[in-house]
């Protein structure tokens, strides 16, 4: 036990320098950060957040290598094609490990269906909140409260309002009435549209939804694709190397790791795969009571009453709501923290989030990706350097019953892709590119503006992409199985939850002031490859809501929040950190291919470092 204290202590450590550097690298000052603004073709101007740190200097000593054509000769090493190595094997037989089940027409079926009955379910407003019962809600209502609060009793709760039904909303939402709050859920969408593929609910999100409502746990498990009985890792897309660092072939794999070790450690559960609908009305239908949820109800500005009689909120349309406690889970363009911390106007925008984003048809989509760039200036947020294009394909992967997730790398460019359940792959292409582009409008000469594009970018044949680099056929196989129409684009955008502010409020309490707290990507949105965001949101619901259930008098309120905030912010500035110098590094990884010593000792580093950080993710409590 005291080696295993020790190393834990070195990983912690060892975790927060890194974190620290990213952050420190992602967001210094314009003057000294190596941000360009750049114009695209559509006249739009973007930030491109080019690398710098460790980053910037391997490209830098890869430019003044030499290049000698006969060290790239050669096949890559047959030990690089086996998808599911002895290491891996090995975790993946223990008894207690999940077995992995062929795929059948029944389970697929099974999936499918339920995801379609989902979506309808929430497109009818099914468990909303409507008619007289909306009239009569209890938040139309202002308490008379005297200065200094009210005592808090089991007949008379905290009352809880919460912006956003997205999963931070709902898990929020559905942590408060498991204590015995009264909450009511705004979201802004006008109804809960499908946007998005399945969510990878991980073994750390898994143990706190456990222990907020045991039936939602047991039910999302039980809709779910366990992802943890197979490999996960990162595959090159194309040839690169030399004979002095490794050559390796289009879909050679870089580094290998089970997720479920981890897990079984810390006594979690396995990680599976749950369609977002299905999460949305699991969560609506066993978290709280229906009536909850209002759409069409933007959260515009807030008062904190002050002196412990809460908060009187407003909505778009001029409605009027009062609680003790407001909680901002509205996505990272934030209404509530646009107004909590005093940002600029045009701070909060429409966000394309699980519940609001399947609104959206392309021509809303392209004017949105415009507007984003002046709204992240104004709500402080970076550009990450990277767009994204995104689908969920109903195809049979060629290699879903070994692999679970992979990530194919290349130069300014990498393609993601993990196991939807149901004989489904959700994909993702990353391209680096200036912010506010947008795909052309299909022609009768191009219908289909985004597969063409795409199917550029990860050539298989010929003389492949624009750098010459014929990319493994993994990535078209799902590319060429998805319709032009479920393809969405978005630029990626995250921010620091880590404070820029010599404000003491804002130090001692980071994402709370008063009766007010944010969660979720309000306060810390992060790059999408750890696939941590939403777990870390629901480990936010969890722990905000732990604190508000030791409130006796609602004079504690601040106190409670403050503490949360401060609690939280240290685990997933980490975690975003991680996030932020893993989405740098992997878009050069092809170029590290090529350089003697470091190449071969970054990939073994990065593959002995994974099981430490899937350990620092997997812990049982946050």
């Not at 975790?15 to 603004?37: D, E, G, K, M, V």
């Not at 009187?312 to 406690?325: E, H």
């Not at 010599?502 to 944010?518: E, F």
Request: charged share 25%; aromatic share 6%.
């Amino acid at each position: 036990m005291p080696n295993r204290s020790t190393k834990a202590k070195a990983i912690a450590a060892t975790t927060l320098a890194l974190a620290a550097i990213s952050q420190t690298c992602a967001f210094a000052p314009a003057s000294l950060s190596s941000r360009t603004t750049t114009t695209t073709h559509l006249n739009v101007v973007g930030e491109q957040a080019t690398s710098i740190g460790p980053a910037q200097l391997l490209r830098n000593l890869k430019e003044t290598l030499p290049q000698i054509p006969w060290l790239a000769e050669g096949d890559g090493s047959a030990s690089n094609k086996i998808d599911i190595p002895d290491h891996v094997a090995h975790v993946l037989a223990q008894p207690d490990a999940p077995k992995r089940e062929a795929e059948s027409e029944e389970r697929t079926e099974r999936i499918r269906s339920r995801a379609k009955q989902a979506a309808e379910d929430a497109m009818e407003l099914r468990g909303m909140l409507t008619g007289d019962d909306d009239a009569k809600a209890w938040w139309r209502t202002q308490r008379a409260i005297p200065e200094g609060g009210r005592v808090v009793t089991k007949e008379d709760p905290l009352t809880v309002l919460v912006a956003g039904g997205g999963l931070a909303g709902l898990v929020v939402a559905a942590a408060c009435h498991s204590k015995g709050m009264k909450v009511a859920l705004f979201e802004q969408a006008s109804s809960y549209a499908p946007y998005g593929g399945p969510i990878q609910i991980q073994s750390n999100a898994l143990r706190a939804l456990q222990q907020i409502n045991p039936k939602i746990y047991e039910e999302l498990v039980a809709a779910g694709t366990c992802t943890a009985d197979r490999v996960s890792g990162l595959k090159i897309g194309y040839r690169k190397g030399n004979k002095l660092a490794g050559l390796y072939d289009a879909g050679d794999w870089l580094v290998r790791f089970d997720t479920v070790g981890p897990a079984l450690e810390a006594e979690l559960p396995a990680t599976v795969v749950v369609d977002r609908p299905v999460i949305q009305q699991i969560l609506v239908k066993y978290g709280f009571p229906e009536g909850t949820v209002r759409i069409a109800s933007r959260i515009e500005q807030f008062e904190d009453l002050g002196k412990g009689r809460g908060v009187a909120v407003t909505l778009k349309d001029g409605t009027k709501a009062y609680s003790d406690v407001l909680v901002g889970a509205d996505g990272i363009w934030s209404q509530v923290r646009k107004n909590l911390h005093g940002l600029d106007d045009g701070a909060g925008g429409f966000a394309a989030s699980g519940a609001a984003g399947g609104a959206l048809d392309d021509a809303e989509a392209r004017k949105l990706a415009r507007d984003t760039v002046q709204i992240a200036a104004k709500a402080d947020r970076r550009f990450s350097g990277f767009t994204c294009y995104a689908a969920l394909a109903s195809h049979r992967a060629s290699n879903i019953e070994n692999v679970s997730y992979q990530i194919l790398l290349g130069e300014k460019k990498y393609f993601v892709s993990t196991d939807g359940g149901g004989e489904r792959q959700q994909w993702f292409a990353l391209i680096r590119e200036p912010a506010g582009g947008v795909d052309p409008e299909p022609t009768a000469e191009d219908p289909h503006p985004k597969l063409t594009r795409l199917r550029k970018e990860f050539a298989e044949m010929g003389s492949g992409d624009e750098d010459g680099n014929v990319w493994d056929p993994f990535a078209l196989e799902l590319i060429n199985a998805s319709n032009e129409e479920d393809i969405k684009r978005r630029d990626l955008y995250d921010g620091a939850p880590l404070l820029t502010t010599l404000d003491p409020q804002r130090l001692l309490s980071p994402w709370a002031k008063g009766p007010v707290a944010l969660c979720g990507d309000a306060c810390h949105p992060m790059m999408p490859n750890l696939g941590q965001g939403g777990c870390q949101a629901t480990e936010d619901g969890y722990r905000l809501v732990e604190e508000l259930a030791g409130v006796q008098h609602t004079k504690s309120v601040p106190g409670a929040l403050g503490g949360y905030s401060r609690v939280r912010v240290i685990r997933t500035a980490i975690i975003q950190g991680f996030a932020q110098l893993g989405s740098d590094l992997l878009v050069d990884f092809d170029l590290m291919m090529t350089l003697p010593l470091l190449g071969p000792f970054f990939l073994t580093m990065t593959q002995l470092s994974m099981p430490f950080i899937l350990r620092f993710l997997y812990t049982p409590s946050f």
